[in-house]
Every structure is written in C-alpha cells, then in structure tokens.
C-alpha cells in the first residue's frame, strides 16, 4: 500500500533504532506515513537516513526531524512545524519511544549509584514525555479516529 494513496499518518517520538524504528518500518508496511522525531549523534545520521530512505522506497512519506523531543520549548516549535507538515491531515496512530535513562546499581561499593535525578531524568523521558506529546497532539487538533 502506498504512502501516496493515503492520508494515514503515525508520530513516532523515538524513531531512529530500536523499537521506534521497528514501528516505524511496520506501520509503513501497512501503508503509513511517518513523522518521526529522533535524536542522534551527526555521526550516526548516514546510517539513519538509509533507514528512513528504505521506507520511503515501501512507497510511504517520511518527514524526520532530529532534535531532543523531551526538551519544552522544542515541543511547541516541533508541534507547530509538524501541523504545517501536515497540511491538515491528521495522526491516527502515536508511538512514543523514547529510551532515555541511567543503568547504575542501586547499591555498589566502587561504582557510582542510582540518585534521585537519575530517576527524574527517566521518568521525564519516558513518561513525562509521553504525557507531553499526547496533549500536544490533541491540543492542537491533530489526532483523528
């Protein structure tokens, strides 16, 4: 099915490896368009940008953005940008991906540990941030069914 003959478009905030890309590479076979937000090192983005051109090639529309997604004012400026992308269309699906946070011990006798802002820093990348998309999508109208 291709990108070209449908308006069905899926966010996906974490999108460059792992799970988001996966995502992004299924929901392109079943015909979606893609909007992605990743962030990566410019070293890394040769490779990332194959991954992207692959799905393109399926026949579906990818519009990639590499920026840090959990940072507030990056959002808004994001969200508007994505709104023009999509020239009135509307995301039917949103994958939040983002895989950020800190594998210390809890307890170690030589290694640092876990502290209370290595769990803020996770829970604001990959919940926090989840919260924050949803309303960001819904607020400024562009969920459909």
Avoid at 46 to 57: S, V
Avoid at 69 to 79: F, M, P, V
Avoid at 93 to 121: C, R, W
């Amino acid at each position: 099915m291709s990108g070209d003959n449908n308006n069905k478009w899926a966010l996906i905030v974490g999108g460059s490896s792992g799970l988001g890309l996966a995502t992004a590479q299924k929901l392109a076979q079943h015909g979606f368009n893609l909007v992605v937000l990743h962030r990566d090192r410019r070293t890394d983005l040769d490779e990332i940008t194959a991954q992207f051109e692959q799905i393109q090639a399926m026949g579906s529309k990818v519009i990639s953005f590499n920026v840090d997604a959990t940072n507030g004012s990056k959002q808004k400026e994001l969200i508007h940008e994505i709104a023009i992308r999509l020239e009135g269309q509307k995301i039917a699906v949103l994958v939040h991906s983002i895989a950020k946070g800190n594998l210390k011990p809890m307890y170690a006798t030589e290694a640092p540990t876990l502290h209370n802002q290595d769990f803020n820093l996770t829970i604001d990348a990959m919940a926090t941030s989840l919260y924050d998309w949803t309303k960001l999508v819904v607020d400024n109208d562009l969920i459909g069914q």
